[in-house]
Every structure is written in structure tokens, then in C-alpha cells.
């Protein structure tokens, strides 16, 4: 099945993107989620012109994203959270939160969706996140979670 993404898909493509999938994938999950449309010629011709955009935006922002990088990968981020005396959390934090910790430390502005933890984060103690800036450019966030 021939589809045209809309948003990013992980190990897929980002948006604009012609990719073919396996019909139970595309019909079950890409389709319904909206994260994808089916392709067709007049679908081709907008890719085309998104593409030719894209390309002249990408240069300009692969520098952004190595200089985001450079500020997130060297800022400290402490992340408040409810916890109780042993230091479990009540609940979990989130990769919004993460978001809203960088800012608050002054660091950029992230998107929630691109910040990528492991494990869930239950405990007070020190972590890591991915965060995808660019297709080409993943920062590493050191931060940690302590109690409110």
C-alpha cells in the first residue's frame, strides 16, 4: 500500500513522505490514527512541492539543531515531582514535563512528542531523554527528578 505520512513516523518517515507499507499496517493504524493518506497523482505533485521547500528549510535548520543541541546537552534540568518518603514517585514524569523543565531551566521551547524516555520514570534520581531535533541531530537531556 502506497501512503503519504502527515506527521513523523518513527522508523518510517517524516511528514510529506511517500513510503510503502503492508496493507494491515496502513488500513489498522497509519490510516485511522491520521498519521497518513493515501497516495495519489495529485497527493504526488503537493509532496513534490512540500519536498522543494523543505530542502531549502533543512539547511538552515540542521545548524539550529547542532546549536540546540550543544545548549541542551551541556544545561542541568531538574524536574519537580510528587514523591513520597522513599522516594517513589506518585505517579510518573512525563516527557511534557521534561518539556516544561527545560524551559523553566532556560533552555528552548521542545515539542513533547519528540522527547523519548526508555522506561517509565517512577523514582527520585538521575535520567536521561532523547530528543529529536532534526532527521540528522538527536540530543542527549541529563536531568534529574527531585521531590516537590
Known amino acids: 500500500m502506497k501512503l503519504i505520512l502527515t506527521q513523523e513516523v ?11 507499507v503492508k496493507d494491515g499496517y496502513g488500513r489498522n493504524y497509519l490510516l485511522p490514527r491520521g498519521l497518513a493518506t493515501p497516495w495519489t497523482k495529485g497527493g504526488q505533485k503537493q509532496v513534490d512541492a512540500l519536498t522543494k521547500g523543505r ?3 533543512a539547511i538552515r535548520d540542521l545548524d539550529t539543531a547542532k546549536d540546540i543541541k550543544g545548549r541542551l546537552e ?6 519537580p515531582a510528587k514523591a513520597g518518603d522513599s522516594g517513589r514517585l506518585f505517579g510518573a514524569v512525563s516527557s511534557g514535563d521534561i518539556a516544561e523543565a527545560v ?5 528552548p521551547a521542545l515539542d513533547k512528542r519528540k522527547i523519548e524516555v526508555k522506561h517509565a520514570i517512577k523514582t527520585v534520581g ?3 531523554a532523547t530528543v529529536r531535533l532534526h532527521p540528522e541531530v538527536a540530543a542527549t537531556v541529563k536531568f ?3 521531590p516537590a
Not at 551541556?74 to 524536574?79: G, L
Open 10 to 20: 518513527t522508523g518510517l518517515g517524516g511528514a510529506g513522505d511517500v513510503v510503502e
Open 55 to 57: 530542502e531549502t528549510r
Open 74 to 79: 551541556a544545561q542541568s534540568v531538574q524536574v
Open 103 to 107: 524551559k523553566a531551566a532556560g533552555g
Open 126 to 128: 538521575s535520567y536521561q
Open 144 to 146: 534529574e527528578v527531585v
